[in-house]
């Protein structure tokens, strides 16, 4: 897995890659993407799906969300399910309208300005185990490297 990604050479390619492997190793996992917030502005850095970008979007309207507070908490985050978690009162609803089943959040540390999240989906609920969560974690491990690899000026091509 690691040479599979590392063979990219431009952060968009790398993100690309870690995205498409996301829903190509992780069962059950059937989008993925990373978001990025830049300058207090939540965009998609990468996508498997429009519906990843449409439930990023909601995530930064609404300031709350999965991804959005694990990119700002140093930590992540795992639904189980969409129908029954009651932490983003306002996420939640939106969400499962998108079919959004089950998803997970990781933050991806980086040294430069700009935080970001790896972003798993499922559209069934119940869709990720815990070894799921460990998959995706190191997939996110390998997103962060890359982001702290690039410049900031490589981040915010992103952002655009």
Not at 53 to 79: I, M
Not at 145 to 154: G, M, P, R
Request: net charge negative; glycine share 6%.
């Amino acid at each position: 897995m690691a040479r599979a990604i590392h063979v990219e050479r431009t952060l968009p390619n790398i993100l690309a890659r870690i995205t498409s492997l996301a829903v190509e190793l992780v069962p059950s996992c059937h989008y993925s993407g990373v978001l990025l917030v830049f300058e207090k502005e939540v965009v998609t850095a990468m996508a498997s799906s429009t519906l990843v970008v449409e439930t990023n979007h909601l995530q930064g309207q609404l300031k709350e969300g999965p991804c959005f507070d694990a990119a700002w908490e140093e930590t992540s985050y795992r639904v189980v399910d969409m129908r029954t978690d009651k932490r983003w009162p306002h996420f939640i609803p939106g969400a499962r309208q998108l079919g959004i089943g089950s998803m997970i959040g990781y933050q991806l540390y980086a040294e430069q300005d700009g935080i970001a999240a790896l972003d798993l989906y499922s559209t069934q609920p119940y869709g990720f185990t815990t070894l799921c969560e460990q998959y995706g974690r190191i997939l996110a491990s390998h997103a962060a490297v890359a982001l702290n690899c690039s410049s900031t000026e490589q981040i915010a091509e992103l952002a655009r």
